[in-house]
């Protein structure tokens, strides 16, 4: 049976013109995403990014636009879902207190999550995992220019 993922990720931008970035270790793999994360049933998308990032970030956002949402077929890679994915802008509204890390995949111990700050300028392609990331790290740099 396949079906539909919906997640949704906040694109957070401070003054410095970085961008947050989570790594993350699950489901025995490493990998580096926005912040934020799928959508519970009866949830609307804003709520859920702002639940996803209480959750992650210990942290209250307001979402400031809607940035992109998945125009093509991306296969989940940890289940057989078809997986659609709305990226926001957002802003926090409190200054974040998390431990930023500068290296990917600086776990605390027993913590499979950490985060960074990039400068969108210097940010790759490269830097995140998944398809969709890939294509809105791609437009973030063009929205930048």
């Known amino acids: 049976m396949s079906y539909f993922n919906v997640r ?13 970035l989570s790594d ?14 799928g959508l519970e049933l009866g949830e609307g998308l804003i709520d ?3 639940r996803e990032f209480i959750e992650e970030c210990n942290a209250e956002i307001e979402v ?3 940035f992109y949402t998945t125009d093509f077929y991306e296969k989940s890679s ?12 957002v802003a926090a509204t409190q200054p974040l207190q998390l431990p930023f890390k500068t290296r990917v995949f600086d776990f ?24 969709t990331d890939k ?10 220019t």
């Open 78 to 89: 940890f289940n057989d879902s078809q997986v659609i994915s709305i990226y926001y802008l």
């Open 48 to 50: 859920a990014l702002k």
């Open 8 to 20: 949704v990720y906040g694109l957070l931008i401070n003054v410095k013109n970085e961008v947050l």
């Open 64 to 66: 400031t636009g809607h």
């Open 108 to 131: 605390d111990e027993d913590i499979n999550q950490s985060f960074r700050w990039v400068n969108i300028n210097e940010l790759s392609e490269n830097d995140v995992t998944f398809k």
């Open 135 to 144: 294509t809105v790290v791609k437009l973030l740099k063009k929205s930048n």
């Open 24 to 37: 993350e270790h699950e489901y025995g793999q490493n990998f580096t995403k926005f912040p934020g994360g």
